[in-house]
């Protein structure tokens, strides 16, 4: 200090030590050995030093006066004495000494290193205790060398890595685990201030700093991860993370502003910290110094990777990397090189371990873990809407929240280049992991920092990739990594490019992964979108575009896995439909006002309004959900609901059986108890996943025996049970079975529950929906209507509280002449119509309701209002209704006309009263019949013009077609309500003459005026309607000759589109329903040349799935269809013997036999080919050689399709028959002989065959590998990979085709004066060929999702009885002694489950109609027609498959090439030897002729009078 005074001017100095203050104490601090100063007198002193020195100013004060005290203040009396407060006392003045003598301390090193002792390790921890009695100086000593910077001294000091090492561990230690005291009193937030100021002084002037303290000030941020450790991203649900802190630790704060305050010096401590750790561990891998190719990496682990401990290490040091990054990103600099050089290792450990640090990183994810999912709450209401603010999570922490303060993508560019490079790597675990880090960095915008929109695209298509790619822990990932965006997120970053429906898009490609071969990707996927769209339904129900655009076609995508037909599918749809879309406790009970919405999401939601209805709210979700789906959706909907009422029946009979099983005790007969358990047990199996398990469950769940389940199983499957009371039983179910000895039993009894219970169509329900039908509010009304339509027609019995309402509405709104009735009051006629078949005593029937139904009779609009009014007001079936009907008969015979007021509405009426009051009508059909002849079908009244439409919609159809349909349903109706058979059948002639020349004239009956073409086409398709609806009466079908079979037959080939498929879609809903007899199955193959693809598509899933339920139930009907088909194709208008015409016909049989033939009925199929040489046609016994022309070709191409599929040929040893109309014996054996003996196929036709086989393969071949790359469920691999029919080869043929004149057969019969100005009809060749001539029109294949378009087609069949109830033999009637037959009747006791699985299926199989009143034959709301008394039908004795039996592939329907065969060697000519090989043996053939008896009383109740 003296050579400093040396610098100024002499006169300046004197002033100086003239201003000079010197210590003015001078008590004695010190003692000697045996004297010490009381302790309280020291205190005294100290406290009175302390006081004077807090006085002084540094550049007043005499340094020199102060050398005696700093030398007593240092000695080791003070410094070690036992009382904390002279202890306390001593460092106050010392740092004051320290202050006033800077920058030269005045002590010794040795006693520098005393006194920096006391600060460290015993003041300074003592502000840990803010109560303390001295914790003033303690503060005190804290600020005075934070202020002054006194502490760098510390670095003076010998061994001083020892002291700071202590000082900071202490500050950390201290601030995080002790901040508060014994009494609780909380640090003061200066004495923090402070500390962190000490730190980054030392940190900042300190020349380095020794590894150990950079220890600890790393180890502060790993104060962040949760205990135990950071969890694994896939656990982080949110429900670990409530024991994270809200705030970040006090000590966490700390290091995070030592490192941000110095980053520069922490920057290059950090670096050489992470060297040590990373370099030295993943410098064992190889290749760290360079970027590998993509393609470089494998799976291979390598032998010189890190050992576990130091992969331990590695691991921990990329943790603190992650919460460095969220703390303080500019101290990495130097770090992130070397991580992204670990991204090129050959080890995939230390790859993995980069990709998922850099992917936190960018994503601003610390040592937390990531933030917890977002809740998508389906059963939340009010539900979430767009602009709501995104609450916080209830398990939310500052440290798991994402944040990244700077850019990564900016900042460390080439870094990120090469993670966006690790999408492609070979190995799974680092895409899965890449997958996950891509989820997290697009739904947290990288850390809040932001994206580019090149960057964000860029992610968002690399996570629909993955949700495609090969390996399933990659797409699972991709699922999860969606489930981590909120709902906005989804709407605004996902589906920015499109929704659900656009191809392409996350969402569609999330859709998919709903048919994933993996059950758990397949949970995951359909879970989140079922959820996504609960979440959205509040938007899209009022409209918000977005989330229309995003989310409105989920419920379609998941109702079409229906058509999958695979149980676990159908287990998961029911689960997601009533878990997630519409789930049981949605909406929740009613909370008080101003209580916090059950979703959470938005303080300001509005508070529940008094006018709260459970019901009406879950309805309306309901007919949102309906309102949203697509027509196969749709379809797949009202299947669910068809089959409820059948398997609650099911159901409470297992529950009949189980309380007669008595847990294992039963009282009675022991033995039928039990097997009848077993029976009803093993048809449940059917319908479930894991044959032996549910059969496991549901006999433990019979010896549990419990009752109250018993009675909950009731309460749930009973249409009286209110919504509430049947999801009270539910829950209490549930419950009770979580708590039995087997809770697993609840797999599969919760199945049982979602398919019994009244869930959708419930009674609480039913008054919302008929309200929204009638008002149309927010758009629901369509789906309100079709709703009630189902309900009408599944359970009618829904109706009963609501019948008394429904008929004082149709008395309200009835007609008059004057006043038309309400278009909502079609469909609640229809519902009483439904009704009225099932209790039609309940409705009530005083004067004013039958009035209101003549009025609806004569004015109802549109016409369907009069028959559904005349089904409700015949009913009864009393002489009272016969009165009425006499009544409105009268009524409309008066003055009725063609020119007369509501013409139509009184002939519907009249329609529908010849099918259920023939005796009323009797009187009057002279009359009826001249108006519907001669006034309506025989004239013309509106003019053809070629510019008219081939086709119109229903509701463009003007009133003369609208006639017409009606007037033809009337002569139809009128054969069809007699009640005397022969008269019947004699009446029949000229109605079928009427038909057939409709058919015939292509629609055309009047002789001197064309008829409009779209009218035409309505009469073909209702003609062919009626045909078959004629032929699901037995009598009528007796008289069904073989040429009108043919000629109903190719209507399949109508040259109107819309045509073909109503008429295809009516004969496969006849067939499913068993209405039909096999015969009828023959039609279905003309549809070989379909134009329309989707639709081809639909009827080739359709005939599979039909050939395998024949299979599957040991009856040969798809089977014998060969011999019809071979003479339905000898009779083609287009046969010839050319060879182009002959691969046309080659194709209908290809057609055949890709979808029916197997491995296994390959040699029955091929004997019936055969057996048709052996006889003459019985139709054209001149042209019997067409018939062995296309045997051969049958022949020829069987044994082709089995050399192409390596199959076995194993001869039939059964028999086999023919239909005796089709066939007749030959005269003699010679004739037989000579015709086996003789080739009728042309020459050239063999190379033309081979070219349309291999066609076939080729699109087989394309097809595998394009399911391969889609990673379809292995299941329908087996399936696709199998060819169907060749594809429509482009030939010089096709040309010819189209100028080849029209066959002669099929030519139009020669008209009078007419056919020369009448429009010609379309040549016969064209017409047959429907669009031959289009290049879509042939057999193209189908990807995997057309593949299963329809649902569970084909389960039922039709069986007729004897008197006695016996089945009778099941082939065609008409079979002679051609045929073999031989039968195999089921026993009667199966006869309830038998008919239960028919009335279950039944509904689910048939294709869905068209509603429409005229381009159908009305099934669904006809009453029946009166028949003569007839036994009622007995068990069909149809037997089932098990579905224990895994699906083998070469019993999967139409798909017989999957199994190589063993027999891969056989040579071709070996296999077209004469000489057979020794036949398999089979099981007797269960084909067998059927009884003509019809069961007239057993027709469906929605299927007889349309």
Same mark, same amino acid.
């Given at each position: 200090?003296?050579?400093?005074?040396?610098?100024?001017?002499?006169?300046?100095?004197?002033?100086? $030590?003239?201003?000079?203050?010197?210590?003015?104490?001078?008590?004695?601090?010190?003692?000697?050995?045996?004297?010490?100063?009381?302790?309280?007198?020291?205190?005294?002193?100290?406290?009175?030093?302390?006081?004077?020195?807090? *006085?002084?100013?540094?550049?007043?004060?005499?340094?020199?006066?102060?050398?005696?005290?700093?030398?007593?203040?240092?000695? +080791?009396?003070?410094?070690?004495?036992?009382?904390?407060?002279?202890?306390?006392?001593?460092?106050?003045?010392?740092?004051?000494?320290?202050?006033?003598?800077?920058?030269?301390?005045?002590?010794?090193?040795?006693?520098?290193?005393?006194?920096?002792?006391?600060?460290?390790?015993?003041?300074?921890?003592?502000?840990?205790?803010?109560?303390?009695?001295?914790?003033?100086?303690?503060?005190?000593?804290?600020?005075?060398?934070?202020?002054?910077?006194?502490?760098?001294?510390?670095?003076?000091?010998?061994?001083?890595?020892?002291?700071?090492?202590?000082?900071?561990?202490?500050?950390?230690?201290?601030?995080?685990?002790?901040?508060?005291?014994?009494?609780?009193?909380?640090? @003061?937030?200066?004495?923090?201030?402070?500390?962190?100021?000490?730190?980054?002084?030392?940190?900042?002037?300190?020349?380095?700093?020794?590894?150990?303290?950079?220890?600890?000030?790393?180890?502060?941020?790993?104060?962040?991860?949760?205990?135990?450790?950071?969890? $694994?991203?896939?656990?982080?649900?949110?429900?670990?993370?409530?024991?994270?802190?809200?705030?970040?630790?006090?000590?966490?704060?700390?290091?995070?502003?030592?490192?941000?305050?110095?980053?520069?010096?922490?920057?290059?401590?950090?670096?050489?910290?992470?060297?040590?750790?990373?370099?030295? #561990?993943?410098?064992?891998?190889?290749?760290?110094?360079?970027?590998?190719?993509?393609?470089?990496?494998?799976?291979?682990?390598?032998?010189?990777?890190?050992?576990?401990?130091?992969?331990?290490?590695? !691991?921990?040091?990329?943790?603190?990397?992650?919460?460095?990054?969220?703390?303080?990103?500019?101290?990495?600099?130097?770090?992130?090189?070397?991580?992204?050089?670990?991204?090129?290792?050959?080890?995939?450990?230390?790859?993995?371990?980069?990709?998922?640090?850099?992917?936190?990183?960018?994503?601003?994810?610390?040592? %937390?873990?990531?933030?917890?999912?977002?809740?998508?709450?389906?059963?939340?209401?009010?539900?979430?809407?767009?602009?709501?603010?995104?609450?916080?999570?209830?398990?939310?922490?500052?440290?798991?929240?994402?944040?990244?303060?700077?850019?990564?993508?900016?900042?460390?560019?080439?870094?990120?280049?090469?993670?966006?490079?690790?999408?492609?790597?070979?190995?799974?675990?680092?895409?899965?992991?890449? /997958?996950?880090?891509?989820?997290?960095? =697009?739904?947290?915008?990288?850390?809040?920092?932001?994206?580019?929109?090149?960057? $964000?695209?860029?992610?968002?298509?690399?996570?629909?990739?993955?949700?495609?790619?090969?390996?399933?822990?990659?797409?699972?990932?991709?699922?999860?990594?969606?489930? /981590?965006?909120?709902?906005?997120?989804?709407?605004?970053?996902?589906?920015?490019?499109?929704? =659900?429906?656009?191809?392409?898009?996350?969402?569609?490609?999330?859709?998919?992964?709903?048919?994933?071969?993996? +059950?758990?990707?397949?949970?995951?996927?359909?879970?989140?979108?079922?959820?996504?769209?609960?979440?959205?339904?509040?938007?899209?129900? @009022?409209?918000?575009?977005?989330?229309?655009?995003?989310?409105?076609?989920?419920?379609?995508?998941?109702?079409?896995?229906?058509?999958?037909?695979?149980?676990?599918?159908?287990?998961?749809?029911?689960? =997601?439909?009533?878990?997630?879309?519409?789930?049981?406790?949605?909406?929740?009970?009613?909370?008080?006002?101003?209580?916090?919405?059950?979703?959470?999401?938005?303080?300001?939601?509005?508070?529940?309004?008094?006018?709260?209805?459970?019901?009406?709210?879950?309805?309306?979700?309901?007919?949102?959900?309906?309102?949203?789906?697509?027509?196969?959706?749709?379809?797949?909907?009202?299947?669910?609901?068809?089959?409820?009422?059948?398997?609650?029946? #099911?159901?409470?009979?297992?529950?009949?059986?189980?309380?007669?099983?008595?847990?294992?005790?039963?009282?009675?007969?022991?033995?039928?108890?039990?097997?009848?358990?077993?029976?009803?047990?093993?048809?449940?199996?059917?319908?479930?996943?894991?044959?032996?398990?549910?059969?496991?469950?549901?006999?433990?769940?019979?010896?549990?025996?419990?009752?109250?389940?018993?009675?909950?199983?009731?309460?749930? =499957?009973?249409?009286?049970?209110?919504?509430?009371?049947?999801?009270?039983?539910?829950?209490?179910?549930?419950?009770?079975?979580?708590?039995?000895?087997?809770?697993?039993?609840?797999?599969?009894?919760?199945?049982?529950?979602?398919?019994?219970?009244?869930?959708?169509?419930?009674?609480?329900? &039913?008054?919302?929906?008929?309200?929204?039908?009638?008002?149309?509010?927010?758009?629901?009304?369509?789906?309100?209507?079709?709703?009630?339509?189902?309900?009408?027609?599944?359970?009618?019995?829904?109706?009963?509280?609501?019948?008394?309402?429904?008929?004082?509405?149709?008395?309200?709104?009835?007609?008059?002449?004057?006043?038309?009735?309400?278009?909502?009051?079609?469909?609640?006629?229809?519902?009483?119509?439904?009704?009225?078949?099932?209790?039609?005593?309940?409705?009530?029937? *005083?004067?004013?309701?039958?009035?209101?139904?003549?009025?609806?009779?004569?004015?109802?609009?549109?016409?369907?209002?009069?028959?559904?009014?005349?089904?409700?007001?015949?009913?009864?079936?009393?002489?009272?209704?016969?009165?009425?009907?006499?009544?409105?008969?009268?009524?409309?015979?008066?003055?009725?006309?063609?020119?007369?007021?509501?013409?139509? /509405?009184?002939?519907?009426?009249?329609?529908?009263?010849?099918?259920?009051?023939?005796?009323?009508?009797?009187?009057?059909?002279?009359?009826?019949?001249?108006?519907?002849?001669?006034?309506?079908?025989?004239?013309?009244?509106?003019?053809?013009?070629?510019?008219?439409?081939?086709?119109?919609?229903?509701?463009?159809?003007?009133?003369?077609?609208? #006639?017409?349909?009606?007037?033809?349903?009337?002569?139809?109706?009128?054969?069809?309500?007699?009640?005397?058979?022969?008269?019947?059948?004699?009446?029949?002639?000229?109605?079928?003459?009427?038909?057939?020349?409709?058919?015939?004239?292509?629609?055309?009956?009047?002789?001197?005026?064309?008829?409009?073409?779209?009218?035409?086409?309505?009469?073909?398709?209702?003609?062919?309607?009626?045909?078959?609806?004629?032929?699901?009466?037995?009598?009528?079908?007796?008289?069904?000759?073989?040429?009108?079979?043919?000629?109903?037959?190719?209507?399949?080939?109508?040259?109107?589109?819309?045509?073909?498929?109503?008429?295809?879609?009516?004969?496969?809903?006849?067939?499913?329903?068993?209405?039909?007899?096999?015969?009828?199955?023959?039609?279905?193959?003309?549809?070989?040349?379909?134009?329309?693809?989707?639709?081809?598509?639909?009827?080739?899933?359709?005939?599979?799935?039909?050939?395998?339920?024949? !299979?599957?139930?040991?009856?040969?009907?798809?089977?014998?269809?060969?011999?019809?088909?071979?003479?339905?194709?000898?009779?083609?208008?287009?046969?010839?013997?050319?060879?182009?015409?002959?691969?046309?016909?080659?194709?209908?049989?290809?057609?055949?036999?890709?979808?029916?033939?197997?491995?296994?009925?390959?040699?029955?199929?091929?004997?019936?080919?055969?057996?048709?040489?052996?006889?003459? *046609?019985?139709?054209?016994?001149?042209?019997?050689?067409? &018939?062995?022309?296309?045997?051969?070709?049958?022949?020829?191409?069987?044994?082709?399709?089995?050399?192409?599929?390596?199959?076995?040929?194993?001869?039939?040893?059964?028999?086999?028959?023919?239909?005796?109309?089709?066939?007749?014996?030959?005269?003699?054996?010679?004739?037989?002989?000579?015709?086996?003996?003789?080739?009728?196929?042309?020459?050239?036709?063999?190379?033309?065959?081979?070219?349309?086989?291999?066609?076939?393969?080729?699109?087989?071949?394309?097809?595998?590998?394009?399911?391969?790359?889609?990673?379809?469920?292995?299941?329908?691999?087996?399936?696709?990979?199998?060819?169907?029919?060749?594809?429509?080869?482009?030939?010089?043929?096709?040309?010819?085709?189209?100028?080849?004149?029209?066959?002669?057969?099929?030519?139009?019969?020669?008209?009078?004066?007419?056919?020369?100005?009448?429009?010609?009809?379309?040549?016969?060749?064209?017409?047959?060929?429907?669009?031959?001539?289009?290049?879509?029109?042939?057999?193209?294949?189908?990807?995997?999702?057309?593949?299963?378009?329809?649902?569970?087609?084909?389960?039922?069949?039709?069986?007729?009885? *004897?008197?006695?109830?016996?089945?009778?033999?099941?082939?065609?009637?008409?079979?002679? $002694?051609?045929?073999?037959?031989?039968?195999?009747?089921?026993?009667?006791?199966?006869?309830?489950?038998?008919?239960?699985?028919?009335?279950?299926?039944?509904?689910?199989? %048939?294709?869905?109609?068209?509603?429409?009143?005229?381009?159908?034959?009305?099934?669904?709301?006809?009453?029946?027609?009166?028949?003569?008394?007839?036994?009622?039908?007995?068990?069909?004795?149809?037997?089932?498959?098990?579905?224990?039996?895994?699906?083998?592939?070469?019993?999967?329907?139409?798909?017989?090439?999957?199994?190589?065969?063993? %027999?891969?060697?056989?040579?071709?000519?070996?296999?077209?030897?004469?000489?057979?090989?020794?036949?398999?043996?089979?099981?007797?053939?269960?084909?067998?002729?059927?009884?003509?008896?019809?069961?007239?009383?057993?027709?469906?109740?929605?299927?007889?009078?349309?």
């Amino acid at each position: 200090m003296a050579r400093r005074r040396d610098e100024v001017p002499e006169e300046e100095d004197q002033e100086m $030590e003239e201003e000079l203050v010197t210590l003015q104490f001078d008590e004695p601090l010190s003692w000697r050995a045996g004297k010490p100063i009381a302790t309280g007198e020291l205190l005294r002193r100290l406290e009175k030093l302390s006081k004077e020195l807090v *006085d002084m100013d540094q550049e007043t004060v005499d340094k020199d006066s102060l050398t005696h005290v700093a030398k007593e203040l240092a000695s +080791p009396n003070l410094l070690a004495h036992r009382e904390a407060g002279v202890k306390a006392f001593t460092a106050a003045c010392l740092v004051d000494i320290l202050k006033l003598c800077a920058p030269e301390a005045p002590f010794t090193p040795k006693q520098l290193k005393e006194i920096f002792s006391l600060f460290v390790k015993t003041i300074l921890p003592a502000l840990w205790d803010p109560s303390n009695a001295y914790n003033t100086q303690h503060k005190y000593v804290l600020t005075s060398l934070a202020e002054v910077k006194s502490i760098l001294l510390i670095n003076e000091v010998t061994n001083a890595e020892e002291l700071l090492l202590h000082l900071f561990s202490s500050f950390f230690d201290g601030i995080s685990g002790s901040s508060k005291a014994a009494s609780g009193e909380q640090v @003061a937030k200066d004495v923090e201030f402070h500390m962190t100021d000490i730190l980054v002084t030392l940190v900042e002037e300190s020349p380095s700093l020794p590894p150990p303290v950079l220890d600890v000030i790393m180890a502060q941020f790993l104060r962040a991860a949760p205990p135990g450790g950071r969890k $694994e991203k896939a656990d982080a649900n949110g429900k670990q993370t409530t024991l994270l802190p809200k705030e970040e630790p006090e000590a966490y704060v700390m290091a995070k502003t030592v490192c941000n305050s110095c980053p520069e010096k922490m920057a290059r401590y950090v670096g050489q910290y992470f060297s040590e750790v990373i370099m030295d #561990v993943s410098g064992n891998s190889g290749h760290v110094n360079g970027h590998r190719d993509d393609n470089d990496s494998d799976d291979d682990d390598g032998t010189t990777g890190p050992s576990d401990s130091e992969f331990k290490e590695l !691991r921990k040091a990329h943790q603190l990397l992650r919460e460095l990054w969220r703390a303080a990103p500019t101290v990495l600099p130097n770090v992130i090189p070397q991580v992204d050089a670990e991204l090129s290792a050959d080890n995939i450990q230390l790859r993995l371990l980069a990709t998922e640090t850099l992917g936190d990183m960018i994503a601003g994810i610390g040592a %937390a873990g990531p933030p917890p999912s977002p809740e998508l709450d389906p059963a939340a209401y009010p539900p979430l809407k767009l602009s709501d603010e995104i609450p916080d999570h209830p398990a939310m922490s500052i440290l798991t929240t994402p944040i990244s303060p700077l850019s990564f993508t900016q900042t460390h560019s080439q870094a990120f280049h090469n993670f966006v490079g690790r999408k492609n790597d070979k190995s799974p675990l680092i895409r899965t992991a890449w /997958t996950t880090a891509v989820g997290y960095i =697009v739904s947290t915008s990288a850390g809040g920092i932001g994206l580019s929109r090149e960057d $964000e695209s860029a992610f968002v298509n690399g996570l629909r990739d993955k949700l495609n790619d090969n390996d399933e822990k990659v797409r699972l990932a991709a699922v999860k990594a969606i489930e /981590t965006f909120s709902f906005r997120d989804i709407v605004t970053k996902l589906a920015a490019v499109g929704g =659900v429906n656009k191809e392409g898009s996350v969402l569609f490609t999330l859709a998919d992964r709903c048919r994933d071969k993996r +059950p758990s990707i397949r949970v995951e996927a359909m879970a989140l979108l079922g959820k996504l769209w609960a979440v959205g339904s509040g938007e899209l129900a @009022a409209g918000q575009e977005s989330v229309i655009s995003a989310l409105a076609g989920i419920p379609s995508r998941i109702f079409n896995t229906f058509y999958a037909n695979d149980p676990e599918l159908n287990v998961l749809l029911e689960r =997601v439909v009533f878990e997630c879309l519409i789930p049981l406790s949605f909406p929740p009970p009613p909370k008080a006002k101003g209580s916090k919405p059950s979703n959470g999401n938005s303080q300001s939601q509005p508070a529940v309004d008094p006018g709260y209805d459970q019901d009406r709210i879950r309805a309306e979700r309901i007919l949102l959900l309906v309102r949203d789906l697509d027509n196969n959706a749709r379809r797949a909907f009202n299947a669910l609901q068809a089959r409820q009422p059948q398997f609650s029946k #099911v159901f409470e009979n297992l529950v009949r059986q189980c309380d007669a099983f008595n847990g294992g005790n039963p009282e009675g007969n022991a033995d039928r108890i039990n097997q009848n358990l077993k029976k009803t047990i093993q048809y449940l199996c059917q319908f479930l996943p894991d044959a032996v398990k549910v059969e496991a469950d549901l006999h433990n769940f019979a010896n549990w025996h419990d009752r109250r389940c018993y009675q909950l199983i009731r309460f749930v =499957v009973s249409a009286e049970s209110d919504f509430k009371t049947m999801h009270r039983a539910v829950k209490e179910f549930v419950k009770r079975i979580q708590g039995s000895p087997k809770p697993h039993m609840l797999e599969t009894l919760l199945p049982l529950i979602y398919r019994s219970a009244y869930i959708v169509l419930n009674k609480s329900h &039913l008054s919302t929906y008929m309200d929204c039908s009638k008002s149309d509010k927010d758009g629901l009304g369509a789906a309100a209507q079709e709703i009630t339509t189902e309900i009408s027609q599944n359970n009618p019995d829904l109706f009963k509280t609501h019948v008394g309402q429904l008929c004082k509405d149709l008395v309200d709104g009835a007609p008059t002449a004057d006043k038309p009735n309400e278009a909502a009051m079609v469909e609640t006629l229809r519902a009483c119509s439904s009704y009225s078949k099932k209790y039609p005593k309940e409705l009530p029937d *005083d004067r004013k309701f039958t009035q209101a139904l003549i009025g609806y009779s004569l004015h109802g609009e549109p016409a369907k209002a009069a028959k559904y009014a005349v089904n409700v007001m015949m009913a009864r079936k009393d002489d009272k209704s016969m009165v009425s009907a006499t009544d409105l008969l009268q009524r409309i015979l008066k003055g009725w006309n063609y020119e007369s007021p509501h013409f139509l /509405t009184k002939l519907a009426a009249i329609s529908q009263l010849e099918l259920l009051a023939s005796k009323v009508t009797a009187d009057a059909n002279e009359k009826i019949n001249e108006t519907t002849l001669e006034v309506v079908l025989f004239k013309v009244r509106t003019d053809a013009k070629e510019s008219d439409p081939e086709w119109v919609a229903d509701s463009e159809l003007d009133e003369e077609g609208q #006639v017409k349909c009606w007037a033809l349903k009337l002569v139809i109706n009128r054969l069809r309500g007699m009640q005397d058979l022969e008269e019947a059948k004699e009446l029949a002639k000229p109605v079928f003459k009427l038909l057939r020349n409709i058919l015939k004239q292509s629609g055309e009956l009047c002789k001197i005026k064309d008829t409009p073409k779209y009218h035409k086409a309505r009469l073909r398709l209702l003609a062919g309607q009626l045909f078959l609806k004629l032929c699901t009466l037995k009598h009528f079908e007796e008289i069904f000759s073989h040429s009108d079979y043919n000629q109903l037959a190719f209507l399949t080939q109508d040259p109107t589109a819309m045509v073909r498929r109503l008429f295809v879609e009516k004969l496969q809903k006849y067939l499913v329903q068993n209405k039909l007899r096999p015969r009828f199955y023959t039609m279905i193959f003309l549809t070989a040349f379909e134009p329309d693809v989707s639709f081809k598509n639909q009827v080739e899933t359709w005939i599979r799935s039909r050939a395998r339920f024949f !299979r599957d139930a040991k009856q040969n009907v798809m089977e014998a269809t060969m011999g019809r088909l071979i003479s339905l194709l000898a009779h083609h208008p287009d046969y010839s013997t050319e060879v182009d015409d002959l691969i046309d016909h080659a194709r209908y049989l290809l057609y055949y036999i890709s979808n029916v033939t197997t491995e296994a009925n390959f040699g029955m199929i091929f004997k019936y080919a055969e057996r048709v040489k052996q006889t003459r *046609d019985g139709i054209t016994p001149a042209e019997s050689e067409r &018939l062995y022309v296309v045997s051969d070709l049958a022949q020829n191409l069987l044994r082709r399709w089995q050399e192409k599929r390596n199959w076995i040929f194993q001869a039939y040893a059964g028999k086999v028959g023919l239909p005796m109309g089709l066939y007749t014996a030959l005269p003699s054996h010679d004739v037989a002989q000579e015709i086996a003996a003789k080739q009728y196929l042309p020459e050239g036709l063999e190379s033309q065959l081979d070219d349309l086989l291999r066609s076939v393969d080729k699109k087989k071949k394309r097809r595998t590998a394009d399911e391969r790359a889609e990673g379809q469920p292995a299941q329908k691999k087996v399936r696709t990979t199998v060819p169907k029919a060749s594809t429509k080869v482009k030939t010089p043929k096709a040309a010819k085709a189209s100028k080849r004149p029209a066959v002669k057969p099929m030519k139009t019969s020669s008209r009078s004066k007419k056919a020369s100005s009448s429009s010609p009809a379309q040549d016969s060749a064209d017409r047959r060929r429907s669009g031959r001539s289009k290049k879509n029109s042939s057999y193209i294949e189908r990807d995997s999702s057309e593949d299963d378009e329809d649902m569970l087609e084909g389960v039922a069949e039709w069986d007729y009885y *004897d008197d006695d109830g016996n089945r009778m033999r099941e082939d065609d009637a008409d079979s002679s $002694e051609l045929s073999e037959p031989e039968d195999d009747p089921a026993p009667a006791d199966e006869k309830d489950e038998v008919e239960a699985e028919a009335e279950v299926e039944a509904e689910a199989e %048939a294709p869905e109609e068209r509603e429409s009143e005229l381009s159908d034959v009305e099934e669904d709301e006809e009453e029946e027609a009166p028949a003569p008394p007839a036994s009622p039908p007995k068990s069909n004795g149809r037997k089932r498959r098990a579905a224990t039996s895994p699906p083998k592939a070469k019993t999967l329907p139409s798909r017989p090439a999957v199994k190589p065969s063993a %027999a891969k060697g056989k040579s071709s000519a070996a296999s077209k030897a004469k000489t057979k090989p020794p036949p398999k043996a089979r099981a007797a053939s269960t084909r067998s002729t059927r009884s003509r008896r019809a069961a007239l009383e057993d027709q469906d109740e929605d299927g007889n009078s349309e």
